[in-house]
């Protein structure tokens, strides 16, 4: 009898455990979006992910400066943009608040840095040094992002600093399609323009443009390399250990978020709808992604999403 006593502890131990993995307090996850493409698809897939696991996600869009500082005020406990280093100067507030945690490095291969159409590139413009002498036909103009981002902190400080001679020229600050729509008007006419550019990003196959060098001292080396990190805020991770193993283990690739990226502003879909698109072509990225969580209420995650998501 004892040894069948034994058995069958061993065999409870052994099972998965019927019970909550995180307190009911973690069901609803907040996390930000600065209304990026990328940061759009990848919240997209966790959002997917986490409401077939039993969490309620939240997406609030919110600017980089804002998100972050909801994030120190503990009204958002996940953002899956930390571009580095672009970032760093937000990094370091965060650091220096003990306001945030790094959960994972969630992409590698990216780049951020300005960009030009090829053809102007054929052109003579291949560096952030050759732009002062084409002034005219740029408008003396650098297009960026939405007011606040970090690259346009750095291509304002690139300006003002009076490098590559550029004291006269006006950083143009929009959103990313503004921008990109702008890019498009520009090659229709085959008109000169520089802006920010980056990949993963469905700009990279729609337009066909050329990384400037020499950026180096603003954007980092290799064409602005960069890498992108998961961050929760302090205490959030221990609060909710198995959200948090969840998002230390999604991580993504380039070409997958290009792929991403461009059914959302290509092909007009929701984020959500592109991530289960993409996930059905995909299954097998669930069993890096969900081998070592489980439900809200405590079931096996990699089985429960395959059901919920028709797999």
């Known amino acids: 009898m004892k040894l069948l006593a034994s058995a069958f502890a061993l065999a409870a131990a052994l099972a998965p455990m019927a019970r909550a993995a995180d307190p009911?307090?973690?069901?609803?996850?907040?996390?930000?979006?600065?209304?990026?493409?990328?940061?759009?698809?990848?919240?997209?897939?966790?959002?997917?992910?986490l409401d077939a696991l039993g969490y309620e996600p939240d997406v609030k869009t919110l600017s980089v400066p804002i998100g972050y500082e909801a994030m120190k005020s503990g009204d958002i406990d996940v953002f899956l943009g930390n571009w580095m280093p672009a970032q760093q100067k937000f990094r370091d507030d965060l650091d220096s608040s003990n306001a945030a945690a790094v959960l994972t490095r969630?992409?590698?291969?990216?780049?951020?840095t300005l960009a030009v159409p090829s053809y102007v590139a054929e052109g003579g413009v291949k560096d952030f040094a050759d732009l002062s002498a084409h002034a005219d036909e740029f408008?003396?103009?650098?297009?960026?992002?939405?007011?606040?981002?970090?690259?346009?902190?750095?291509?304002?400080?690139?300006i003002n600093s009076g490098d590559f001679d550029l004291k006269d020229w006006t950083l143009v600050e929009s959103g990313e399609q503004a921008m990109l729509a702008?890019?498009?008007?520009?090659?229709?006419?085959?008109?000169?323009?520089?802006?920010?550019?980056?990949?993963?990003?469905?700009?990279?196959?729609?337009?066909?443009?050329?990384?400037?060098?020499?950026?180096?001292?603003?954007?980092?080396?290799?064409?602005g390399g960069a890498e992108v990190y998961t961050l929760a805020r302090t205490g959030w991770a221990e609060q909710c250990p198995n959200a948090a193993q969840?998002?230390?283990?999604?991580?993504?690739?380039?070409?997958?978020?290009?792929?991403?990226?461009?059914?959302?502003?290509?092909?007009?879909?929701?984020?959500?709808?592109?991530?289960?698109?993409w996930i059905a072509a995909n299954p097998g990225q669930l069993d890096t992604w969900l081998a070592d969580v489980t439900t809200l209420s405590g079931e096996p995650g990699l089985p429960a999403?395959?059901?919920?998501?028709g797999l």
């Open 305 to 309: 999403v395959k059901s919920a998501l």
């Open 106 to 112: 969630n992409l590698t291969g990216a780049k951020f």
């Open 246 to 277: 969840f998002f230390k283990d999604l991580v993504f690739s380039v070409d997958m978020e290009n792929v991403l990226m461009g059914k959302i502003l290509d092909d007009g879909m929701a984020a959500q709808d592109a991530a289960k698109e």
């Open 24 to 49: 009911e307090s973690c069901a609803t996850i907040r996390l930000s979006d600065p209304g990026w493409t990328d940061i759009t698809s990848t919240n997209g897939v966790a959002s997917v992910l």
């Open 139 to 158: 408008d003396s103009k650098i297009y960026g992002i939405e007011s606040g981002a970090p690259a346009n902190t750095n291509i304002q400080n690139m």
């Open 182 to 223: 702008q890019v498009a008007r520009a090659e229709r006419g085959e008109k000169a323009i520089v802006f920010l550019a980056w990949a993963p990003h469905p700009m990279n196959t729609k337009f066909d443009i050329t990384y400037l060098s020499g950026g180096d001292k603003y954007f980092g080396p290799d064409y």
